[in-house]
């Protein structure tokens, strides 16, 4: 599948949170993850980086 996962960066490590996303919404300093099978998570993060070519997003607490 070419669906994104997506990572929290805590203490410097990565660890993945959420996978097969179809869609990340930025709501203020929420973020909004739904995935392949209609499951939403919400996080208190921001973007910090996203690769495309991986289909990896890794998101920071705020």
Not at 22 to 45: H, I, M, P, T, Y
């Amino acid at each position: 599948m070419c669906e994104a996962i997506v990572y929290l960066v805590n203490n410097g490590e990565e660890k993945g949170i959420m996978r097969d996303i179809l869609l990340l919404e930025v709501q203020g300093e929420r973020l909004l993850l739904a995935d392949l099978f209609g499951n939403r998570k919400e996080l208190s993060a921001r973007i910090r980086n996203i690769d495309f070519a991986q289909h990896k997003v890794v998101v920071e607490e705020i």
